[in-house]
């Protein structure tokens, strides 16, 4: 799987939007860009996935350049709640079921 | 439909002594994935499993650890003679079929065991 790399930390305050930017130079043709969250004492859980372009669910979008070699989880309107720590794979369907997990970004949303 | 539960939630162990972690995955799930994960760090994989079999163990130290999924009951990720570097919080996972990472929503994860080995 493609190594990823992302910022170890952020802040922000309530009610901005917050972009988390990661990097995967090494992505391959058939890898899918997966998102996950994970709050204290918890496992993580999974927010969202892409390919290509733009993607947008009720909780966040995911902007995929052109190149691919990098994506941007994008949160608008944070709350105190989604403080957590934030997880960028990449892998394919004919990938590993073995999910790597950097260190991921963690996020401190202030009041 | 519960998700995939773990106990305990903590687990306190004196060196040498035994820790055993169950998983109960979610309903309609056959498949069970193990990861560790240590203090500032993310999840590392351990051991994948099916029912009654062992798929793929790469992941987990040769000795003192074991993993079983059987029959019936919860899979258990068991750790003989515990040792202070073993403190770790540690995760299942479920998913209906082989959860690979390029299919959304792969695998499911429980709260997880926080093992203090004392």
């Known amino acids: 799987l493609a190594k990823t790399t992302q910022p170890i930390s952020m802040d922000s305050y309530e009610g901005q939007e917050v972009n988390i930017t990661c990097s995967h130079n090494n992505i391959a043709t058939n890898d899918y860009i997966t998102w996950y969250q994970q709050f204290p004492s918890q496992g993580p859980r999974f927010i969202i996935q892409?390919?290509?372009t733009k993607v947008t669910n009720e909780v966040a979008s995911l902007f995929i350049p052109a190149d691919r070699k990098s994506s941007t989880l994008s949160l608008p309107r944070v709350s105190l709640s989604d403080t957590a720590v934030y997880y960028c794979?990449?892998?394919?369907?004919?990938?590993?079921?073995?999910?790597?997990f950097g260190s991921g970004t963690r996020l401190l949303v202030r009041p | 439909n519960a998700g995939v539960m773990q106990n305990p939630r903590h687990l306190v162990r004196r060196r040498g002594q035994e820790a055993r972690l169950r998983c109960s995955p979610m309903?309609?799930?056959?498949?069970v994935y193990w990861y560790r994960q240590l203090p500032e760090e993310g999840l590392k994989f351990m051991v994948y499993l099916q029912k009654e079999n062992i798929i793929d163990e790469s992941g987990m130290p040769k000795e003192r650890f074991s993993a079983e999924f059987p029959k019936e009951g919860p899979s258990i990720l068991r750790i003989q003679q515990v040792v202070r570097g073993d403190s770790a919080a540690y995760f299942c996972a479920s998913s209906p079929t082989i959860g690979l990472a390029g299919i959304e929503e792969t695998q499911y994860f429980g709260p997880g065991t926080r093992l203090l080995v004392l």
């Open positions: 892409g390919y290509k």
């Open positions: 794979l990449v892998g394919g369907e004919d990938s590993s079921y073995k999910l790597i």
């Open positions: 309903k309609g799930h056959s498949h």
